[in-house]
């Protein structure tokens, strides 16, 4: 078997390796099954739904997440209620690599990152950066396909529905604050790239497989090595013992592991960056002229009731983010979208970059609704009534996809 049969790279990276041996799998390839095994299960429970957390997530709540596969692992669309913070247990795993082993977060103090593009370019480690500041930032994480599984033209890759996203509060040094001390931004430079500290197999071109990201250096302005997630030092799972977080900005860019972090005058190499993650028209290629997964826009979806719920006197639950910008309003239909009445958002703002968990009460008699929420930014940005179709299924803030029919009896 060859090393690209184990880490597949002849389409987008985020292709998942897993999501692809499990279909072969199923189809009886012996290769397959070597590289299924390879990644810590075995093939005979991979030939099943996977239902069972793997083990350095067996931590969460398996109640409350979809097993997609070892590496994809979704919250459930009902067990963010009026959360304004996910729950570590209940937030969502994507990895585009295995991660790691759990060594790397043995001595986290002694873990290091290296700074480059700055005057005085240093590697650093976490005890280094411990004292160079300290902020505390609430942000939603959400993965570029998010809501993937309501594309029509059937996109491949992890099939989400709401739940590749969570709200979460991080802890850590802002970016800034580091590249002060660093003697500041070398001239010239217009990407931040971070690399993911993944280990990555002999043989295969690195730049086909490793998670380095570049976003523009206007992300300066919040970005934050952190190495504490919801007040616990940052789980394996989730990048620990560092992660670099992207206020703002899709899921792909928040990288895990990061063991560097350049300001660079061009995008990275990788292919994560070159041809993966960017949106472009069903049935083209990836490549570096269309738009990358970066900023996101303001979305929003309901969490309850979901399916059937008694007459009478109902809380509309759901959760609403502005992404780059602020969430300024939410407004909830039950007739379809025909008309709208302003929701009320529950509890503390936890800031620009958090979702507001949202309620409108409203009386229900029996029948057949179709509810949907559809919020505003501080830009006055407004969800969009559909879907941009693209390639991959990535972005989707569409408000009609992410209704829900619900039966009142
Ligand atoms: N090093 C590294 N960073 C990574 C990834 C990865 O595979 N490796 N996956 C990215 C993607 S696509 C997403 S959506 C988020 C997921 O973060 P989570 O697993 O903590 O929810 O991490 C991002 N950072
Ligand atoms: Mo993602």
Known sequence: MSLSDQYPSNTDVQAEPIQLSRRRLL???????????????????RAEEPKTLPDYVKWKNANEVIVHSANTIETERGAIGSGVVTPSDKLYVRNNLPAPNEQIVADRDAWKVSIKGVNNPKTLTIADLKDMGIETVTTVLQCSGNGRA????????????????????????????????????KAGMNYITST???????????????????????????????????????????????????PGYYGVNNVKYVEQVAFTEDQ??????????????IGDKGAPGQPSMWEMPVKSWVTAPLSNTNKGRNMIHGVAFGGINAVAK????IDGGKTWKQARFLGPD????AWRPFVLATD???GEYRIVSRATDSEGNTQPPNRTEN??????ASWKDHGVSVTVG
């Open 27 to 45: 189809l009886g390839s012996a290769g397959a099954m070597a590289s299924v095994s390879l990644l810590g299960f075995s093939p005979l429970t």
């Open 150 to 185: 309501f594309f029509e033209h059937g996109p491949g890759g992890t099939q989400w529905g709401t739940g590749a996203a969570g709200c979460i509060v991080w802890t850590g040094v802002r970016l800034r604050d580091v590249v002060e001390k660093l003697g500041g931004v």
């Open 196 to 246: 993911g500290g993944e280990s990555l197999p002999a043989g295969l071109d690195p730049k086909t497989i490793q998670v380095e990201r570049s976003v523009p250096t206007r992300a300066l302005d919040q970005a934050l090595l952190a190495w504490e997630m919801n007040d616990d030092p940052m789980p394996l799972a989730h990048g620990g013992p560092l992660r670099m977080v992207m």
């Open 268 to 281: 990275s190499e990788a292919k994560i960056q070159t041809s993966g993650y960017r949106i472009r028209p």
């Open 330 to 333: 939410v407004d909830v239909s």
């Open 350 to 353: 936890m800031g620009r970059y």
């Open 364 to 366: 229900l008699s029996p």
């Open 391 to 396: 390639e991959r299924g990535y972005g989707n």
